[in-house]
């Protein structure tokens, strides 16, 4: 099957740790995105990667780390420094075709921290 | 702020009924697109509309596009039970390699 595998689905943390959210895609996408969702709201970009062992900061960046050192993975990693993690978190790819940009979703990481 | 902005928040309607929901937008775009999420779960997309395109059509799903009043409808005919969902358009920005989400509209669709 092809598609955006997001794990795990409901995470907890105390505060202060730091915590690790895993995306793999098997779309042989080249973009991928990571994405907060807070509740009755919509999605706002935290960190994107157009290629290989290069990414960009999104619109709310601070607090948040990614890397890409592989095409299939892009985990971001939810640090210490954000202020308010608990949030409903979603990973996209894009195949980049033209100037479509449709984006593929996963189905997410509930992640709650006490 | 948010590029796009959806109208209404929500929207409660009789199933069979047809369900309108709007957006608009601030700057030029390339495309717009419109997804739907069903509760706690990823995105799906819909429909994607050109900038260059005025009308497109999908099954039951009808998207306007006007650039001059930077604004944008989804329209869907009987609506069913399994429509209930929040809807969200996004923008692709001229210059830009990301999507802009706006706030979304929650449809109800009542039995």
């Known amino acids: 099957d092809g598609g955006i595998t997001q794990s795990p689905k409901y995470l907890f943390r105390k505060e202060g740790q730091n915590v690790t959210l895993s995306c793999e895609q098997n779309l042989n996408h080249d973009a991928m995105y990571w994405y907060r969702q807070d509740p009755g709201q919509g999605l706002r970009l935290i960190y994107y990667s157009q290629i290989v062992n290069d990414f960009q900061k999104g619109d709310i960046a601070e607090g948040y780390s990614v890397s890409r050192e592989k095409k299939e993975s892009f985990p971001l990693t939810v640090t210490s420094a954000q202020k308010n993690p608990t949030a409903f978190y979603l990973c996209?790819?894009?195949?980049?075709?033209?100037?479509?940009?449709?984006?593929?979703f996963g189905p997410g990481t509930r992640l709650t921290v006490t | 702020s948010q590029q796009g902005e959806e109208d209404p928040q929500a929207l409660s309607i009789q199933e069979g009924e047809n369900a309108t929901m709007n957006c608009s937008y601030k700057t030029s775009i390339n495309n717009l697109q419109w997804y739907r999420q069903n509760s706690g779960r990823g995105l799906v997309h819909l429909i994607l509309?050109?900038?260059?395109?005025r009308e497109k059509h999908s099954g039951r799903l009808r998207v306007t596009l006007d650039t001059s009043k930077k604004s944008s409808s989804l329209l869907i005919t009987a609506s069913r039970a399994a429509d209930t969902a929040s809807y969200f358009c996004?923008?692709?920005?001229?210059?830009?390699?990301?999507?802009?989400f706006g706030q979304g509209t929650r449809l109800t669709i009542n039995p």
């Open positions: 996004a923008t692709v920005i001229q210059g830009a390699q990301k999507l802009v």
């Open positions: 509309i050109r900038s260059n395109e």
């Open positions: 996209a790819s894009s195949p980049r075709r033209g100037d479509g940009y449709e984006q593929y």
